[in-house]
């Protein structure tokens, strides 16, 4: 169901053919921006008009804002829609998701546990990997982390998502980075 449209930072109550709009599902499939990853882009299909989303916000903590314009007819407020997120933009995303960690892993090994990521872009159709580090990385080095980071890609290694508190994790090796506290 749409709650809400906002065209021009006011809530209106419809968004027509040619419009550029904000609005918010409830419940939605789209996945926000966060974390240096992009969000999910897609289609919203509505009883009288289509949305294409290009770009997924959370402005606030469970409130999700898709961004995009209006291809044909109009949206409203209370509008039942069908919610489309692009599949293949998405699990281009999620690859590269998983690349920056094996990324970060293969810089670990081979450089030392000193190197530690910074920040990253997550996007489908590349990956920015931002670590801290001594030195400019060697041509031998770069080539020793691509040489790994290969090799565990075609271990083809299936991948089991958990979801557990902070000190699970921390307890079962994982990396606090981006000014998170341990304690």
Not at 60 to 72: D, F, K, N
Not at 110 to 115: E, F, M, N, R, S
Not at 162 to 174: C, F, I, P, V
Request: glycine letters at 10%; proline letters at 5%.
């Amino acid at each position: 169901e749409i709650i809400a449209i906002i065209r021009d930072e006011a809530k209106v109550s419809e968004g027509k053919a040619g419009e550029s709009i904000e609005i918010m599902l409830n419940p939605t499939p789209f996945y926000p921006e966060g974390g240096g990853q992009v969000g999910d882009r897609g289609v919203i299909r509505g009883p009288e008009g289509i949305i294409e989303i290009t770009k997924t916000l959370q402005p606030i903590h469970e409130l999700t804002s898709h961004q995009g314009h209006v291809l044909e007819g109009r949206v409203r407020g209370g509008d039942i829609v069908q919610a489309i997120v692009d599949r293949t933009a998405r699990f281009d995303t999620m690859r590269n998701h998983t690349a920056t960690h094996l990324l970060h892993a293969a810089l670990r090994e081979i450089l030392g546990t000193h190197a530690k990521q910074l920040g990253s872009l997550v996007a489908p159709d590349r990956l920015r990997f931002d670590f801290s580090h001594m030195a400019p990385l060697t041509n031998s080095e770069r080539d020793d982390v691509e040489r790994l980071v290969n090799e565990w890609i075609r271990e083809n290694i299936a991948v089991h998502p958990q979801e557990m508190s902070k000190d699970e994790a921390l307890a079962r090796g994982a990396l606090p980075f981006f000014g998170a506290r341990t304690s």
